[in-house]
C-alpha cells in the first residue's frame, strides 16, 4: 500500500457519553466487503479502506450477519500496519456472546473493539450484561444497540430510556414515508371508508394492525428498501386488497423492469396484462432461494445441514417484489423467509397461488394475515412446496 497522506479536515461529531470526537461518515461492510476468500477482491478492499483512511475516515461497521466482511477488514487493517481504526462490530447470535464476540476480534485482529452493539435487538438483555462487563474490564469502550428488522422502534425507544447505552443504530427512509403517504392518499379517495394498513404507519402505531380484520389496503410502499438505499436494484411497490385478514387482490410493480403482476382471488395471475401459469426452474436439485437476513449463525448452519445435500441454494434479492415472480417465472424453484409480514408477503402469496405455485405460512396458514407467525414457504409449484416442508420439518 502507499504510504497515507495526512488526513483533511472532516466533518466530525462528539460522542455523547465521552465527548470523543469522531467523523460523521463510516465505512460500512454488509455485501461489499463480503468476498470470500479471492485475494484480488480481498485486496480491492484493502485498498477501498486505505483511501477511507486517508480522506480522514475512522469508523469501520461490520456484523457476524455479514458473511466473510470481518475477516477481510481483518485483511486489510494487516497491509494496512496501524491504520486510525475505530472499530464497530455486534454480537448477533441467540447464545453464547461472549465466544461469538471474541471469534470476531480474532477476524478483524484488534485488541479489543472500541463498539460493540446489540444487533437487530438479538437477546438484547444477556448482551448488554455482557457489553457492560467488558466495558467494566477495559475490553470494550462502548455499547450500543442496533434495529433493522420491522425496526421495532417502540422497544428500540424502551431500551433508549432504560439502558445507559453510548450509541443507536437504527433505519430510516424518508422515500418509504413519501410514498406510503401518496399511495395512502390516492386509495382512500379510490375507496372511501376502507381502511390502509401501511408499514410506516404500522411502525408507527401497533394499533393500524386492528385494521386487518375487516377490508383494508395492505401496502408495502418500497419493497426491497436496503436496495434502494444502496442505488441498485431490485425493489418495487406493492399492495394486497384484504377482507377479514385474507387477501383479495393484489398487484406487485418493479419500476426497474417495468413488470406490473397483479392478481384477483379466483381469476389467475398476470404479468403485464398476459395471464400466466407458474413454472419450475426445470433443474435437478431444485434452486432454492433462502433468506439468511434474519437468522442466527446457528440457524444459517441448520439451513445449511438440511438443505444444501439436496437443493442448489442461492441467495433471495432481498426485495418480496422481485422474489415472488421468480417462482413462478422459472428462475427459482423454491424459498424460505422466516419474516411473514402481511405488506412484505400477502400480495405475492396470492398472486403465486393463481398462478398455480403454491405460496403458505408454516404455522398459520388457514388463519389469514391477521395472525402474527414466523416462517413461510413459496414454491413452483405445490409437489415443490410439499417436498421443501416435509425435509424441513422431518
Not at 248 to 277: Q, S, T
Not at 345 to 361: Q, S, T
Request: proline share 6%; with cysteine.
Amino acid at each position: 500500500m502507499p504510504a497515507r497522506a495526512q488526513a483533511p479536515s472532516v466533518l466530525a461529531r462528539p460522542i455523547p457519553s465521552t465527548g470523543e470526537t469522531i467523523p460523521a461518515i463510516g465505512l460500512g461492510s454488509w455485501i461489499t466487503f463480503n468476498v470470500g476468500d479471492d485475494p484480488v477482491l480481498r485486496d480491492e478492499c484493502a485498498a477501498v479502506m486505505a483511501a477511507f483512511f486517508e480522506n480522514g475516515g475512522r469508523m469501520i461497521d461490520s456484523s457476524p450477519m455479514y458473511g466473510s466482511a470481518q475477516p477481510v477488514i481483518g485483511h486489510g487493517l494487516a497491509q494496512l500496519g496501524t491504520p486510525p481504526v475505530f472499530s464497530a462490530d455486534k454480537v448477533w447470535t441467540s447464545s453464547d456472546g461472549p465466544a461469538q464476540i471474541e471469534q470476531s476480534r480474532r477476524y478483524w485482529g484488534v485488541p479489543r473493539f472500541d463498539l460493540l452493539q446489540v444487533h437487530n435487538l438479538v437477546a438484547w438483555q444477556d448482551h448488554l450484561k455482557t457489553l457492560y462487563a467488558m466495558k467494566e474490564a477495559g475490553q470494550l469502550r462502548y455499547v450500543g444497540i442496533t434495529t433493522s428488522e420491522g425496526r421495532r422502534h417502540d422497544l428500540f425507544e424502551e431500551i433508549m430510556r432504560t439502558e445507559p447505552l453510548d450509541f443507536v443504530q437504527l433505519t430510516y427512509n424518508i422515500v418509504d414515508r413519501e410514498v406510503e403517504a401518496f399511495l395512502t392518499e390516492a386509495l382512500t379517495k379510490l375507496a372511501p371508508g376502507v381502511a390502509v394498513v401501511g408499514e410506516e404507519a404500522v411502525h408507527a402505531d401497533k394499533a393500524v394492525l386492528d385494521h386487518l380484520s375487516g377490508q383494508c389496503w395492505i401496502i408495502d410502499p418500497l419493497d426491497g428498501t436496503a436496495n434502494f438505499a444502496e442505488g441498485k436494484e431490485p425493489f418495487g411497490i406493492i399492495i394486497a386488497l384484504a377482507d377479514a385478514g385474507r387477501a383479495v387482490a393484489g398487484w406487485i410493480y418493479d419500476p426497474n423492469k417495468d413488470r406490473f403482476c397483479h392478481a384477483r382471488a379466483g381469476e389467475g395471475a398476470f404479468v403485464n396484462g398476459d395471464r400466466i401459469a407458474a413454472r419450475t426452474t426445470g433443474q435437478q436439485p431444485p434452486v432454492t432461494a433462502v433468506s439468511r437476513i434474519f437468522l442466527t449463525p446457528e440457524q444459517s448452519a441448520m439451513v445449511d445441514a438440511k438443505l444444501a445435500p439436496h437443493y442448489t441454494l442461492v441467495d433471495i434479492p432481498r426485495c418480496a417484489a422481485e422474489q415472488y415472480p421468480r417462482l413462478a417465472l422459472g428462475e427459482n424453484d423454491v424459498s424460505s423467509f422466516k419474516r411473514t409480514l402481511a405488506w412484505d408477503h400477502a400480495a405475492g402469496v396470492l398472486w403465486l397461488n393463481e398462478a398455480g405455485g403454491k405460496a403458505a405460512r408454516l404455522m398459520a396458514a388457514n388463519t389469514g394475515w391477521t395472525t402474527p407467525a414466523t416462517g413461510l414457504v413459496g414454491a413452483s409449484s405445490p409437489a415443490i412446496w410439499d417436498a421443501f416442508v416435509a425435509r424441513v420439518l422431518g
